[in-house]
């Protein structure tokens, strides 16, 4: 078993994170080798300013993320970037993210969130961090759920959270095991 931290990483009022981070657990927990637990940065309070103390919420998450063996970003794309308080909660965790694996799911316009992920991609690998290929993307989100939060392609992006989970829990079970074998001390 594989522990998987979804991390919500829209803190904006009206945001779509919500909906699509649950609908991606539950895409997760049609699966045996996956537990889940989601971490919405809304609820995390992390401090604005880096090199302050951590608040007990800011505390919490870093267990939680030390916890997960694979972790899965959902962000949309602001302004062609992802937001603030996600690269806030990359910046205030370095050792968690070490020798482990991160797949995306991202949302927006046109683009789908893909900008936003590939800015990501640069930053976990100088977090010692592993990126899967795949990803999910919703391109003009505003389209793509219904008023009750269900996915209304629901097959076609089912396939495709198969196929980043089928990726993130390959490496997540190479690395698990390799950080076992020989600690990742880089």
């Given at each position: ?5 979804i ?45 302050e ?24 794309e ?21 020798g ?11 683009s789908?969130?893909?900008?936003a ?46 196929a980043?989970?089928?990726q ?19």
């Amino acid at each position: 078993m594989l522990h998987l931290a979804i991390i919500i990483g829209s803190t904006r009022i009206g945001r779509r994170a919500p909906a699509i981070a649950n609908w991606f657990a539950g895409e997760a927990a049609k699966r045996d080798d996956l537990t889940i637990d989601v971490i919405d940065l809304a609820e995390a309070r992390l401090p604005d300013a880096l090199g302050e103390a951590l608040t007990p919420e800011g505390a919490a998450v870093a267990q939680r993320l030390a916890k997960a063996d694979v972790f899965v970003v959902v962000t949309p794309e602001y302004n062609h970037s992802f937001p603030a308080p996600l690269k806030s909660l990359i910046d205030w965790h370095n050792v968690e993210w070490k020798g482990k694996a991160v797949g995306f799911v991202s949302y927006g316009g046109r683009s789908g969130g893909l900008r936003a992920v590939e800015q990501l991609r640069q930053i976990f690998v100088e977090m010692h961090a592993m990126t899967v290929r795949d990803s999910v993307s919703f391109h003009d989100v505003w389209a793509q759920f219904e008023a009750s939060g269900q996915v209304l392609n629901a097959d076609s992006c089912s396939r495709a959270a198969k196929a980043m989970l089928n990726q993130l829990v390959w490496w997540g079970l190479a690395l698990k095991e390799a950080r076992t074998t020989r600690p990742y001390e880089f």
